[in-house]
């Protein structure tokens, strides 16, 4: 009798129940998109960096270095006798030049006052590319020295073709190689020191020309000149590290968050799990669990061709205990309901010549096409 006291009320309350059912599932919701919102936070809030470094430009300089030349030619048809060739005039053609003065000027500049000093020596390398190379010293280390905001010095280098070819031809004899292409690198060794209010630069360069006598090709025999300008700026300058406070309030923020949001989420998901509704067939399972040996469950119920008394039982529990009393086995049968969205019945009964002892409930929430 109790039990069937107990299934009445959790009919009665089904309505009640599903209320409550659908706001936890609003409410558990509402904590997984909290969490997963929170979890966006603290990754965001980590991208952040606590410390960034700023650097700040304290002054701005800049080396530079141009080469020009004038090339002394013998008289000449492709020119019309013309005797010199500057740079973007003509191509320098090995067998009508005599010989190329080269003129090297260097200037370094500052936006800000400055104690300059610059040494500088020139050297020169001949070369057989890949196969050998040979250092020509040219002027010993000079220094020139300026307050203010620039320096500067000019040099001038003298190449004559016999020279070249003699030296070149000399070298190739004695290592036994011969080349179509030479390179007569011209390679100005500079130091720089400026001493400003904002620091001190101290550089060393090296803005080398390349002079190509090149043999054989489609386009004759030539020099050609690369690299005429080099320049190379520079700064000055300072890092400061900020501290960003703020992000380290912006973690604390989202810890939090995630923290209650997690708690929520798992007390919510606690609280659903504990509250909600059960499978009719389990509650059926459960009421029949301490009596399943005495209760056989039958596919349709017994036809009578005579008539029999019908008794009802209290529980299932008097039922049970009639049945081991006269020796039956009880009969369990799924009634299934005339309307499909009605509560399915289940009857519990025992035979006793053309007497029936029955027992019923009716549970919610179960379908009537199941028998």
């Known amino acids: 009798m109790g039990r069937a006291i107990k299934v009445l009320k959790a009919f009665k309350n089904d309505k009640l129940f599903r209320t409550t059912s659908t706001s936890l599932k609003i409410l558990l919701a509402f904590f997984v998109l909290l969490s997963l919102t929170a979890i966006i936070g603290v990754s965001y809030a980590h991208s952040l960096p606590v410390e960034e470094e700023n650097v700040i430009t304290l002054s701005?300089?800049?080396?530079?270095?141009?080469?020009?030349?004038?090339?002394e030619l013998k008289p000449n048809e492709i020119?019309?006798?013309?005797?010199?060739?500057?740079?973007?005039?003509?191509?320098?053609?090995?067998?009508?030049?005599?010989n190329v003065a080269i003129t090297f000027h260097y200037t370094f500049s500052c936006d800000r006052p400055a104690d300059i000093t610059t040494e500088y020596s020139?050297?020169?390398?001949?070369?057989?590319?890949?196969?050998?190379i040979k250092h020509l010293p040219v002027s010993s280390k000079k220094s020139v020295s300026s307050s203010g905001r620039?320096?500067?010095f000019s040099t001038?280098?003298?190449?004559?073709t016999p020279w070249f070819e003699e030296l070149k031809a000399v070298i190739d004899a004695e290592t036994g190689t011969s080349s179509s292409t030479y390179n007569l690198r011209v390679k100005p060794e500079i130091r720089t020191v400026a001493e400003t209010d904002v620091g001190t630069i101290n550089e060393s360069l090296v803005p080398e020309l390349v002079m190509s006598f090149k043999y054989g090709g489609e386009e004759g025999d030539q020099i050609v000149m690369s690299d005429l300008e080099n320049t190379i700026p520079g700064t000055i300058q300072r890092t400061e590290t900020i501290h960003n406070g703020d992000v380290l309030t912006y973690r604390l923020i989202f810890y939090v968050a995630s923290a209650a949001a997690f708690v929520g989420l798992i007390c919510t998901a606690w609280i659903f799990m504990k509250t909600r509704p059960?499978?009719?067939?389990?509650?059926?399972?459960?009421?029949i669990e301490p009596f399943k040996e005495a209760v056989v469950e039958v596919?349709?119920?017994?036809?009578?061709?005579?008539?029999?008394?019908?008794?009802?039982?209290?529980s299932l529990e008097d039922l049970v205990?009639?049945?081991?009393?006269?020796?039956?086995?009880?009969?369990?049968?799924?009634?299934?309901p005339r309307i499909p969205s009605a509560e399915q019945t289940h009857t519990f009964y025992v035979l006793d010549g053309a007497t029936r002892y029955e027992y019923s409930f009716k549970l919610s929430g179960e379908s009537g096409s199941k028998a």
């Open 150 to 152: 620039t320096v500067d």
């Open 79 to 98: 020119y019309d006798n013309q005797l010199t060739l500057s740079p973007g005039e003509g191509t320098l053609y090995i067998n009508i030049v005599e």
């Open 278 to 287: 059960k499978r009719p067939e389990k509650k059926v399972e459960k009421i």
């Open 321 to 336: 205990s009639l049945a081991e009393g006269l020796g039956k086995p009880v009969l369990y049968f799924r009634k299934p």
């Open 122 to 132: 020139v050297g020169m390398d001949l070369e057989s590319p890949e196969k050998w």
């Open 60 to 71: 701005r300089y800049l080396h530079a270095g141009e080469y020009d030349y004038t090339a």
């Open 156 to 160: 001038e280098l003298f190449i004559t």
């Open 299 to 314: 596919a349709e119920e017994p036809s009578y061709k005579e008539q029999r008394a019908t008794v009802a039982m209290k």
